[in-house]
């Protein structure tokens, strides 16, 4: 054969076989692995000036080339002689080495690289930070099209690199010092962006609590960064945008189902799938790391499944100043606040001591007003919501409240000129809100015994929707309505009167550009939880509007809705309507506050 028709049968033989072409393309762009005859020298010489290219083309090589197991741990070998040397001059060179696939290899590589990163966080602190950031960014799904966790946890082939990089972290906190204030910073500013996917939220959310497992000392601040990321997707998935998402989904599901009848039985799985309700984005993402931050407090406060009080008092102690100084002032929260919520379920102690160091807050006039009304909000709104709560604790707080109220009224009394401006009794009229809320919400556990009622016509509500501060026209008109419903049939107090003299005038109200507000704008915090997943750890301690009194809605407009089980309130909302019932308009199907209307 000749050397041509030999060349062309070579040609022919390679393009009939497919692929053959790309791999041997492939092979040429690879860039193969040599390690350096000696790399001390090669470190000393770039430092001096010299070798500077061999030493780019090294670094180059160690980003790009695919290392085998075996040269790895030569590699590694030669750079711990060498870890002396590794000063900042040799920053771009470590992080060549920090670029390297090192978790998914053999156990002597693994162990290589570890020992490796912790000799050199060792000798050369300065390099720590850059080690933290690099561990904690590995914190993300192993692919982009990765699947969400149907377990509250990792797949098999995710544990694996998942604990390399733990047991890293965990030997770093032991060894350095800083490395604690390091690895916070890192988890911070590394933190998933709050509209990435899901699965992304879930490993890393999985991750910090895990950090909890062998750094108990960072779970203060741990959890601090966790509840501040966990309102940003709270605030920006409304109750009303989930529900409004939920329902134009199922009615774009319906119209779809009607192309597709002959085949929706076709599969169970098909079945299942067209049944399961759609979820908003945020919302979801949102209720994948409640749940999972609702079952790491169960199981810290309830080790072998038996309520440990040492445990929950702590938890609950480190937990309050979160709340404090990020839940209790954030106005347009709905779901983050039931963690505090749930903790208090645990044992009626801690309740107590939350609602105590509530009213402290309420009571304190060094307290800037705005947080005083939240507080207030937490207290009526968790007394109303809670079914865990004793009677004995919710005539306790009524109590304390319409002392406080009868004070402020006779203080007022007292003064020649009282100041008529709303905005300087805001608090006073945000403690009358909650009582008259918490009459009527719970009235039929109060009137159960004669003691108590006998309790409730003893706090004289009559003095307080008489006297000249007028609370009845300034708290919110769907409240107003119930606790005179309930005032009447009772003989508590007769409301009526006061209202129809306020319906004569306007409303308290501000103008502003564009929109009315009143100015006893408040929001119920424990309205109902509406994500599904973790929702299932509240549903059972929480209560729904039980029984109704005939309320008088004359002065309400009529509303479409009459049979719903649970019609509540978010009074989280913008006034934007110019007439005169606008601010009734809200008070409709699904923004009253937890009352039935009939």
């Not at 119209?255 to 076709?266: G, P, Q």
């Not at 009459?439 to 509500?461: G, I, Y």
């Not at 934007?576 to 606008?582: E, M, P, V, W």
Request: aromatic letters at 10%; proline letters at 4%.
């Amino acid at each position: 054969m000749s050397v041509i028709s030999s060349r062309t049968t070579s040609i022919a033989s390679i393009l009939k076989c497919p692929g053959t072409r790309a791999k041997i393309a492939g092979a040429q762009n690879r860039v193969n692995f040599k390690l350096p005859k000696n790399l001390k020298n090669l470190l000393t010489n770039y430092e001096t000036g010299s070798e500077r290219k061999v030493y780019d083309d090294l670094i180059c090589i160690l980003k790009n080339a695919k290392i085998k197991d075996d040269e790895l741990i030569q590699l590694l070998v030669e750079v711990r002689q060498s870890i002396s040397l590794l000063g900042p001059t040799h920053k771009t060179f470590i992080e060549a080495l920090l670029s390297i696939s090192w978790m998914n290899r053999c156990q002597e590589a693994t162990t290589a690289y570890k020992e490796f990163l912790e000799d050199l966080v060792c000798v050369h602190i300065y390099h720590c930070k850059l080690v933290l950031d690099k561990l904690v960014s590995q914190f993300k799904p192993s692919s982009d099209d990765a699947e969400e966790w149907r377990n509250n946890g990792p797949r098999k082939e995710e544990i694996q690199p998942l604990d390399h990089i733990h047991d890293v972290i965990h030997k770093f906190l032991m060894i350095v010092p800083m490395s604690c204030t390091l690895l916070l910073q890192s988890l911070s500013t590394r933190y998933p962006y709050f509209k990435i996917n899901t699965h992304s939220h879930e490993i890393y959310f999985y991750s910090l609590l895990r950090i909890l497992d062998y750094a108990p000392q960072l779970r203060s601040e741990i959890l601090s960064l966790i509840i501040n990321r966990l309102i940003i997707l709270d605030v920006n998935a409304p109750r009303s945008e989930i529900e409004n998402y939920r329902e134009n989904e199922m009615d774009n599901d319906e119209d779809d189902a009607v192309f597709h009848i002959d085949s929706i039985n076709e599969t169970d799985d098909k079945t299942k799938e067209f049944n399961n309700s759609p979820e908003h984005p945020l919302a979801h993402s949102l209720d994948v790391c409640m749940e999972m931050l609702f079952g790491y407090i169960y199981n810290v406060c309830h080790p072998d499944n038996k309520l440990d009080m040492e445990a929950v008092k702590k938890l609950y102690l480190e937990l309050l100043p979160v709340f404090e100084s990020i839940i209790l002032p954030t106005y347009a929260s709905h779901h983050v606040q039931f963690i505090i919520f749930y903790i208090c379920s645990f044992k009626i102690t801690v309740l107590e001591a939350f609602l105590n160091w509530l009213w402290l807050k309420v009571s304190n006039p060094n307290v800037a007003p705005v947080i005083r009304q939240s507080a207030v909000a937490y207290i009526a709104s968790l007394v109303a919501r809670a079914n865990f709560i004793p009677i004995n604790l919710i005539t306790r707080i009524l109590q304390e409240m319409s002392n406080w109220a009868h004070s402020y009224i006779s203080a007022q009394d007292s003064l020649e000129c009282a100041n008529s401006d709303v905005r300087v009794h805001t608090v006073f009229y945000s403690v009358c809100q909650a009582l008259f809320y918490i009459v009527a919400f719970r009235h039929k556990d109060l009137v159960d015994t004669k003691k108590n009622l006998l309790l409730l016509q003893a706090l004289n509500f009559t003095k307080i929707v008489t006297c000249r501060l007028n609370p009845l026209k300034v708290c919110l008109p769907v409240v107003v309505q119930h606790f005179a419903a309930v005032t009447r049939t009772y003989q508590l107090a007769y409301c009526y009167s006061v209202i129809e003299h306020n319906s004569r005038s306007n409303l308290p109200v501000l103008q502003t550009s564009n929109r009315f507000t009143t100015w006893l704008d408040t929001f119920f915090p424990f309205d109902p939880y509406v994500l599904q997943k973790s929702g299932l750890r509240i549903s059972n301690l929480y209560l729904k509007y039980q029984g109704s009194i005939n309320v008088d809605t004359t002065t309400l407009m009529e509303r479409k809705e009459e049979n719903d089980e649970d019609d509540y309130m978010e009074v989280s909302f913008s006034h934007h309507h110019d007439t005169q019932n606008s601010h009734i308009d809200k008070f409709s199907y699904s923004t009253s506050p937890g009352f039935i209307h009939s």
